[in-house]
């Protein structure tokens, strides 16, 4: 099979279970965000230097497809998709977000004031990340807002994700050796 099948040529995608709707649809925005999102933290995997980036980040990417999952399901279906061994975003996800986070703070890495992005690439790709993070966010409450987001954890765990992102491109930065200036050595 065809990875163009065509159903899509009208507008339309499918959702888990089959159901179609608009590629506009609020669930589709908001599970397409998730899947940036992704996409995101795989470059900012890619571009760190640091295995405890790295394998943080890739746990949170393996996070993100069981957040994708139950974001691509309807409501009326998700019975039905738990029922056939799927997971949903449950509050011990967003604790070891929180966990991150406080041994990132342990290390005495300042979450006040604005940061640039920018100060190196594996910085500005988890910043990337982090705004990629905050859309996300946005286009789930926009779906809770329309009554069709079921799970609110959901949302606890992607406003955390984006913080610990923020800490992350913030410990990378006390890390990295700061660039000569160009056109010097």
Same mark, same amino acid.
């Given at each position: 099979? +065809?990875? @163009? %099948?065509? %159903?899509?040529?009208? &507008?339309?995608?499918?959702?888990?279970?089959? =159901?179609?709707? +608009?590629?506009?649809?609020?669930?589709?925005?908001?599970?397409?965000?998730?899947? #940036?999102?992704?996409?995101? !933290?795989?470059?900012?995997? @890619? +571009?760190? #230097? $640091?295995d405890?980036?790295?394998?943080?980040?890739?746990?949170? $990417?393996?996070?993100l497809?069981?957040?994708?999952?139950?974001?691509?399901?309807?409501?009326?279906?998700?019975?039905?998709?738990?029922?056939? &061994?799927?997971?949903?975003?449950a509050? $011990?996800? %967003?604790?070891?977000?929180?966990?991150?986070?406080?041994?990132? #703070?342990? $290390?005495?890495?300042?979450?006040?004031?604005?940061? %640039? *992005? &920018?100060?190196? *690439? +594996?910085?500005?790709? !988890?910043?990337?990340? =982090?705004?990629?993070? /905050?859309r996300?966010?946005?286009?789930?409450?926009? !779906?809770? #807002?329309?009554?069709?987001?079921?799970?609110?954890e959901?949302?606890?765990?992607?406003? =955390?994700?984006?913080?610990?992102?923020?800490?992350?491109?913030?410990?990378?930065?006390? /890390?990295?050796? *700061?660039?000569? *200036?160009?056109?010097?050595?």
């Open positions: 099979m +065809s990875i @163009a %099948t065509k %159903t899509g040529d009208q &507008g339309t995608t499918s959702l888990m279970y089959g =159901r179609r709707v +608009s590629k506009c649809h609020p669930r589709v925005e908001a599970y397409g965000c998730v899947d #940036e999102l992704n996409t995101a !933290l795989g470059l900012a995997r @890619a +571009s760190a #230097e $640091q405890f980036v790295r394998d943080n980040l890739l746990t949170i $990417q393996k996070d497809v069981i957040l994708m999952g139950e974001l691509a399901t309807a409501i009326e279906d998700l019975s039905r998709y738990v029922k056939d &061994g799927y997971s949903l975003v509050s $011990q996800m %967003t604790h070891k977000l929180d966990a991150l986070v406080k041994e990132i #703070e342990d $290390q005495k890495i300042s979450f006040k004031g604005w940061a %640039t *992005p &920018g100060a190196n *690439p +594996s910085a500005a790709a !988890l910043d990337l990340a =982090r705004t990629v993070c /905050r996300a966010e946005r286009r789930v409450c926009a !779906l809770q #807002e329309a009554g069709q987001l079921q799970n609110a959901i949302i606890v765990y992607l406003n =955390r994700l984006a913080d610990l992102l923020w800490l992350f491109a913030r410990w990378v930065e006390t /890390r990295t050796a *700061p660039s000569a *200036p160009v056109g010097k050595k």
